[in-house]
């Protein structure tokens, strides 16, 4: 650990962020050799992830933007900045309903839009975990706290990879393309990671408005793709996925932060 913590912020973030898209890339070469796994296996995936990212959004960003130190009173930056990263998922989730509901008939072009979406979901996430490690400097516990961020957002990039290639393999896209199209979904997360830890870092202000507008985002993409997702399957798993997730995010980062 001790060599990571001796690493620039932007560094950090790097290696989070390849992670992060490692897992997206990982979860999309199963088009390359193998069917789609049961759906029990996304479903709990799917739970653990948003517990896990429901959880960091309270410890690993909302309370150390709550805590962070501004000239103005911490709550004016911390619900402007959760209100206006919400606004972001809504708004861009209902820009997206629209363009969908547009293009009903033409399969390849919805295939696209869940693309796109996915991708457009992908560049908060990677923000956040950026700007979740623009707090490091501070001691250990914030640095780990941004690597359990990482993971959380890591485990459900696996099954997304999948989500996504399986749609375009099924539209008759080659194996091949429909995991270079998958990957590159995830890729957007790396530059958004590094420029957000930068950003952050950088100028001191920004911190707490940054944290408080990754937290809600991230609340808004669980509640708009991951928990109706999970749930629309076998509702036990799903519930014990996030609870457990939830959990596990809490215990380390009280633990070890």
Request: with cysteine; proline share 5%; hydrophobic share 60%.
């Amino acid at each position: 650990m001790a060599w990571f913590l001796s690493m620039e912020v932007w560094q950090q973030a790097l290696l989070a962020s390849l992670a992060m898209y490692f897992m997206t890339a990982l979860g999309a070469s199963f088009v390359l050799f193998a069917r789609r796994p049961k759906e029990g296996v996304f479903t709990l995936l799917l739970g653990l992830s948003a517990g896990i990212m429901i959880a960091a959004s309270f410890f690993s960003l909302l309370l150390p933007a709550i805590e962070a130190e501004g000239r103005l009173p911490a709550y004016i930056p911390v619900t402007a900045g959760f209100l206006l990263g919400g606004a972001f998922i809504v708004g861009s989730d209902a820009l997206l309903s629209r363009r969908q509901r547009a293009f009903r008939a033409m399969g390849d072009r919805r295939t696209a839009l869940l693309y796109f979406a996915v991708t457009l979901h992908n560049i908060p996430e990677g923000m956040a975990v950026g700007v979740a490690f623009a707090l490091a400097p501070l001691g250990e516990g914030a640095a780990f706290s941004a690597l359990l961020l990482g993971l959380g957002i890591a485990v459900q990039n696996f099954p997304e990879g999948m989500c996504v290639a399986f749609p375009m393999r099924a539209k008759g896209m080659s194996p091949v393309k429909s995991f270079l199209f998958a990957q590159g979904s995830g890729a957007v997360e790396v530059p958004a990671c590094v420029l957000g830890a930068l950003a952050a870092s950088l100028v001191g202000a920004v911190l707490p408005w940054a944290l408080a507008f990754s937290a809600g985002a991230m609340v808004a993409v669980v509640c708009s793709e991951l928990i109706p997702e999970c749930f629309s399957g076998n509702k036990t798993l799903a519930s014990l996925g996030v609870v457990l997730g939830f959990c596990a995010m809490m215990l380390l980062d009280v633990a070890l932060g």
